[in-house]
């Protein structure tokens, strides 16, 4: 738990694969702590791999320990440090290897969708740039892919990508 400008941060644990354990771990101090997702059965991580800060979950005013958020959402990225969560980097890599089993996208098509994903995930000045170029693309590959792809993202794209792509 940290303190920063009259609000609460609890910690939130999450698995490798994305699965939401707790929001507010920090309340949940429990001796035999559990350290595998009983989902899928990945580790259970509560800081970034990368800089090692707190995954923030839930967060309270401080002055009346209400939520601001009732339900916070498993983040995409480290808001410390910017890089990607290791679920961020599977979704990443599992669209480019979904692209790839269609043998009509050109290398260059899966680099262009491979650099647009980023924005996909988050609103950016760019995301329907992203989105269109996205669309375009994926209108040439099979119903097989587009369905795969549609099942991988539709929960983690941005809601301006996802009202683009998914109407």
Not at 39 to 45: A, T
Not at 113 to 129: A, G, Q, W, Y
Not at 150 to 163: F, N, P
Request: glycine fraction near 4%.
């Amino acid at each position: 738990m940290r303190y920063e400008d009259n609000l609460i941060y609890y910690t939130q644990e999450v698995c490798l694969n994305g699965h939401q354990l707790w929001t507010d771990s920090d309340k949940n101090k429990d001796p035999n702590p559990v350290q595998y997702c009983e989902d899928c059965g990945k580790k259970i991580i509560c800081t970034c791999q990368e800089c090692n800060s707190p995954i923030d979950g839930q967060i309270l005013d401080s002055e009346n320990l209400y939520p601001i958020e009732d339900d916070p959402s498993v983040p995409n990225f480290c808001r410390h440090c910017g890089m990607p969560y290791p679920w961020t980097v599977s979704i990443m890599k599992s669209t480019i290897e979904l692209l790839n089993l269609d043998n009509s996208l050109s290398n260059t098509q899966i680099e262009s969708v491979e650099k647009s994903i980023p924005d996909l995930l988050v609103d950016t000045p760019r995301t329907k740039v992203a989105a269109v170029k996205f669309k375009q693309i994926l209108s040439g590959t099979g119903s097989i892919v587009k369905d795969g792809l549609r099942e991988l993202l539709v929960d983690v794209v941005s809601e301006t990508a996802k009202k683009m792509l998914f109407p």
